[in-house]
């Protein structure tokens, strides 16, 4: 349940898995095998990205083998299904909930001013509107900027960690603290090994620009490159991707555990 990212590359890797198996044994078990149902209460998929985007990853999942329900909200989860708003059965052996991101109901209790989601209202300096000497970042922080809120993605939680960390360098030494602003650089899907799409520079062009194939998938490999960089630093980071090479020979395609 949840048409955004998480459920729409999930979808895509269980196909993915289900192949993987026959080096296993598996030699009667394929993609045929397998029926995964993708239901989103709105009218599309990945509704934060574009109309283009969101298109192709319908198509691509499609291909893939996914039943994709549109317009379909789930009131009810049941031992063996969802139940629709219109009262309609999905049958179901196993239930993945991704339909969105939802703050714990304790945060509530903190005294800070909340929205529906249980998010903490913040202003532009990340700070709250209740304690100045509180900041609040990432998922659990709710921020509305040229009329949209700020988006509960990792680039979106990096930047925000980028400027709270030197606006509170900032109040500790007297100096004036700069408001967040986020600059949304786009977005990729990934769907395991049948394809890849998504929108790259966001803002930073006029509209967005759309890459799909192997174009986007070079993209996504490379931001998940830049990730470990940043964490490990590049002489680790290439090591790491020479063990990785080294392990596509030595270690089975798939963990079953």
């Known amino acids: ?23 296993y044994g598996f030699g009667k078990l394929n993609r045929a095998s397998l029926k995964v149902a993708l239901v989103e209460a709105g009218p599309r ?25 549109l317009n379909t909200m789930i009131t009810e989860a049941v031992e063996n299904g969802l139940i629709t708003k219109d009262g309609e059965k999905i049958e179901a052996d196993l239930m993945v909930w991704a339909a969105g991101v939802k703050a714990p109901d304790f945060i509530k209790e903190f005294g800070f001013e909340t929205n529906r989601l249980n998010q903490i ?6 700070q709250t509107t209740v304690d100045k000497d509180v900041f609040v970042i990432g998922d659990c922080a709710a921020l509305i900027q040229n009329g949209k809120p700020i988006p509960p993605r990792a680039q979106a939680a990096h930047q925000m960690a ?4 030197k606006n509170i360098v900032a109040l500790l ?3 004036e603290m700069k408001p967040f602003k986020f600059n949304d650089k786009g977005s990729l899907l990934s ?21 799909e194939g192997k174009i986007a998938r070079l993209a996504y ?13 590049w002489f680790k980071t290439g090591l790491i991707l020479l063990v990785g090479q080294i392990n596509r020979f030595l270690r089975p395609s798939m963990k079953l555990h």
């Not at 955004?4 to 269980?14: C, F, K, N, R, V």
């Not at 998929?45 to 329900?69: C, F, M, Q, Y």
């Not at 490999?221 to 940043?230: D, E, F, G, I, T």
């Open 121 to 126: 209202e913040i202003t532009d300096l990340m």
């Open 162 to 165: 980028t400027q709270c960390g």
């Open 221 to 233: 490999l490379s931001l998940y490159r830049m990730h470990q960089v940043a964490l490990h630093g």
């Open 173 to 175: 030494e007297g100096k």
């Open 191 to 211: 769907f395991s090994h049948f394809g890849t799409v998504g929108n790259l520079m966001g803002n930073l062009v006029k509209g967005d620009m759309f890459i």
């Open 45 to 69: 998929l990945i509704p934060a990205l574009t109309e283009k985007v969101s298109a192709s990853a319908l198509s691509e999942l499609r291909k893939a083998g996914v039943d994709v329900h």
């Open 1 to 23: 349940v949840g048409g955004g990212a998480t459920g729409i590359e999930l979808s895509a890797e269980l196909y993915n898995a289900a192949s993987h198996l026959n080096e």
